[in-house]
């Protein structure tokens, strides 16, 4: 039978706060790949006390972004319910888009942490992909996207938005921009075709 965790002590409890808040601090200042001692000497306390809280990278993400998560999952279940899954879909796709350009190096940490069961981001980030399948899977259904897609393809492809636009200028623009380009390309093409023409082919003329 498994045991219940103890509590924290007070002087702990500090500890983990004061740890989070200056994380959120710090990866907002300089990304996701922030150094973690950097974290520790911040709030003022040993590497050790760091690590004894949060083990890794992934585990102090996890904790930093459950919030992030959890509202972008719950926001996502509004979608769910609405009338148009098309709709419901592209706006939620650029909701993802909007809250992945909150810290830099963020879009790469989760797409390198999913599907490691062991990966405290990939858990903490879970409830939110199962909201993002449900409204992938009610626009297939829909007919509203291409019937090859998946919810991992789709994921990917707005991650890899964010990666690339990451570090532009104009970050928001340019992601915007191509994410109304990747939106255009979920939806099924004319008479069942699955794919545009091959490189190098002229479309014929009349």
Do not use: K
Not at 20 to 49: K, M, N, Q, W, Y
Not at 63 to 89: C, K, M, N, S, T
Not at 146 to 153: I, S, V
Request: glycine residues 8%.
């Amino acid at each position: 039978m498994a045991t219940a965790a103890r509590p924290m002590r007070a002087d702990a409890r500090r500890n983990y706060e004061r740890l989070l808040a200056v994380a959120r601090e710090a990866i907002t200042e300089r990304g996701a790949e922030v150094s973690l001692d950097d974290i520790a000497r911040r709030a003022h306390v040993g590497p050790g006390t760091l690590y004894r809280h949060f083990p890794n990278r992934d585990a102090l993400l996890g904790a930093v972004l459950a919030d992030w998560a959890e509202e972008l999952r719950r926001q996502g279940d509004d979608l769910v319910a609405d009338p148009d899954p098309a709709g419901a879909l592209d706006r939620w796709l650029r909701l993802l888009l909007g809250h992945l350009g909150t810290y830099r190096g963020l879009a790469a940490a989760i797409l390198a942490s999913t599907g490691d069961d062991e990966s405290a981001l990939a858990q903490a980030c879970e409830p939110m992909h199962d909201t993002g399948r449900a409204l992938v899977e009610r626009a297939r259904t829909a007919g509203a996207v291409r019937p090859e897609l998946t919810a991992a393809d789709v994921h990917r492809m707005v991650h890899g938005i964010a990666l690339i636009t990451e570090n532009l200028p104009d970050r928001a623009a340019a992601a915007d921009r191509m994410l109304t380009v990747l939106l255009a390309g979920l939806r099924p093409t004319p008479n069942g075709a699955t794919s545009p023409a091959g490189c190098g082919e002229s479309p014929q003329r009349p």
